[in-house]
């Protein structure tokens, strides 16, 4: 049995909104309190104590030794600072950071010996309950801070316990993709429009595409057999990989894919 968990978010964005609405829907008994702070917008918090009925702090200070859980939801760049301070009130809390680039090493350095630390990697679709995450835990995670981890995972959607080099390599793959995906539908749309084809029609009809091929793709789970069914050889689909081959396809995207894992490290 778990003890009942009271947990502290730093930072009210859209987050720490994702983790608490994942929170909030998980209904835990574990759960017994969500306690959230941000940088000052006060129009934010208030709207996220109104959404999620949690409760509102000013201070993260006045709360640290009353909580069981911490949840870093801000920028990678704030976290330096705040963990050195932070590392003065806390005293066995879990600490857990959705920060891109921010691994348990990076923490565990600028917090005292002990403190048991998590870096969970999700991506935008944590908003709507269906991210892909990673993760990862330092040396002083215990069984029962593995159950809180899963509490705030599965609230958010589906999750991968990586090693810490692993969540680094994969954080373009599951965490950056969504915006090349989006990029790419961009493409789509304005390629149907140079046609004369209406923004709403455009849309409409790109996003059901994808939406249908993604379904298709989670259903038989191959996507080279997928693309072949869709290819014949010699045909018009054929033509248009082709073009994407002789601009390098795979190639740009591997450099794309490095590129952000190298710029999420810091690098
Ligand atoms: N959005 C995504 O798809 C996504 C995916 C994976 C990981 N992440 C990670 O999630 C973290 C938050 O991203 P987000 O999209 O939620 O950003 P966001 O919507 O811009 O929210 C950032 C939040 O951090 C707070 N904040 C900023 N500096 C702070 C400080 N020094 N102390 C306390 N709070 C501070 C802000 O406070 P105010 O409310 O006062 O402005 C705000 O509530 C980032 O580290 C990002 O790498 C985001």
Same mark, same amino acid.
């Given at each position: 049995?778990?003890?009942?968990?009271?947990?502290?978010?730093?930072?009210?964005?859209?987050?720490?909104?994702?983790?608490?609405?994942?929170?909030?829907?998980?209904?835990?008994?574990?759960? #017994?309190?969500?306690?959230?702070?941000?940088?000052?917008?006060?129009?934010?918090?208030?709207?996220?104590?109104?959404?999620? &009925?949690?409760? $509102?702090?000013n201070?993260?200070?006045?709360?640290?030794?009353?909580?069981?859980?911490?949840?870093?939801?801000?920028?990678?760049?704030?976290?330096?600072?705040?963990?050195?301070?932070?590392?003065?009130?806390?005293?066995?809390?879990?600490?857990?950071?959705?920060?891109?680039?921010?691994?348990?090493?990076?923490?565990?350095?600028?917090?005292?010996?002990?403190?048991?630390?998590?870096?969970?990697?999700?991506?935008?679709?944590?908003?709507?309950?269906?991210?892909?995450?990673?993760?990862?835990?330092?040396?002083?995670?215990?069984?029962? &801070?593995?159950?809180?981890?899963?509490l705030?995972?599965?609230?958010?959607?589906?999750?991968?316990?990586?090693?810490?080099?692993?969540v680094?390599?994969?954080?373009?793959?599951?965490?950056s $993709?969504?915006?090349?995906?989006?990029?790419?539908?961009?493409?789509?749309?304005?390629?149907?429009?140079?046609?004369?084809?209406?923004?709403?029609?455009?849309?409409?009809?790109?996003?059901q595409?994808?939406?249908?091929?993604?379904?298709?793709?989670?259903? #038989?789970?191959?996507?080279?057999?997928?693309?072949?069914?869709?290819?014949?050889?010699?045909?018009?689909?054929?033509e248009?990989?082709?073009?994407?081959?002789?601009?390098?396809?795979?190639?740009?995207? #591997?450099? $794309?894919?490095?590129?952000?894992?190298?710029?999420?490290?810091?690098?």
């Open positions: 049995m778990m003890k009942k968990q009271r947990v502290l978010l730093i930072g009210a964005g859209r987050m720490a909104q994702a983790v608490i609405a994942g929170l909030v829907k998980m209904n835990s008994t574990s759960l #017994e309190q969500i306690i959230v702070t941000n940088n000052g917008n006060k129009q934010r918090l208030q709207s996220v104590t109104d959404n999620y &009925h949690v409760v $509102a702090a201070n993260w200070r006045d709360e640290i030794k009353q909580v069981d859980v911490i949840v870093l939801a801000m920028p990678p760049q704030a976290h330096d600072e705040l963990l050195r301070e932070l590392s003065s009130y806390v005293n066995g809390q879990l600490i857990i950071t959705v920060a891109a680039g921010i691994g348990p090493s990076y923490m565990e350095e600028r917090l005292p010996e002990g403190t048991p630390v998590a870096w969970i990697m999700p991506n935008t679709a944590a908003m709507i309950g269906e991210s892909m995450s990673l993760y990862t835990v330092g040396k002083w995670v215990n069984s029962q &801070h593995q159950l809180v981890l899963e705030v995972l599965k609230g958010i959607g589906q999750s991968q316990l990586c090693t810490e080099e692993e680094h390599h994969l954080t373009a793959i599951t965490g $993709a969504p915006a090349f995906l989006y990029y790419f539908s961009e493409s789509l749309i304005d390629s149907a429009k140079k046609y004369g084809v209406e923004e709403d029609v455009a849309k409409q009809l790109v996003i595409m994808i939406h249908g091929s993604s379904l298709m793709l989670k259903k #038989e789970g191959n996507p080279t057999s997928l693309r072949e069914q869709v290819t014949t050889p010699g045909g018009a689909t054929a248009g990989l082709n073009v994407m081959n002789n601009y390098h396809f795979l190639k740009m995207m #591997e450099e $794309a894919i490095d590129a952000t894992n190298k710029k999420a490290m810091g690098k």
